[in-house]
Every structure is written in structure tokens, then in C-alpha cells.
């Protein structure tokens, strides 16, 4: 395994993750935690974090953004 190939894997925390992607969000808005978990896992595979975490991350962004939460995760 060459050295360059973890070099270039992204680092960051669920919660800056999270963040640039409800930044484009209005007040009022309405978070789908299942799209958002899905997001993560998807673009950001390197997340070690549990599904409620990640859930716990995104309520916490959403009342700081004055967005309204879904909780349809177990759909």
C-alpha cells in the first residue's frame, strides 16, 4: 500500500461535515436526519461516528440554524 494514498484522505469531524452541507439551508427549513446520515455516509466514509451521533450532531446544528428536524431514520 503506498503512503501517498492515506495521505490524500480527507480528515474532519461529523460536525464540520454536517455543517457545509445544511449551510445552504433558510431558516425554517426542514432537515431529513435519514438524508443527512445517508450524506455522510456516502461522501464521507471516513466518519467513525454512530448513526446517533450523527443524529445528536445534526439536531444540534439544526437549532443552531433555526432548521426544523425529521427524525424519519427508521424508515
Known sequence: MSIA???IR???TAKAFLAEELRSARYGDIVSVKAA???ARRDAPYLQDTDDELMETI???ARELGL???FDSRD
Open 37 to 39: 446520515i445517508e450524506a
Open 5 to 7: 494514498r492515506w495521505a
Open 59 to 61: 439536531v444540534d446544528l
Open 10 to 12: 480527507p480528515v474532519g
Open 68 to 70: 426544523a428536524v425529521l
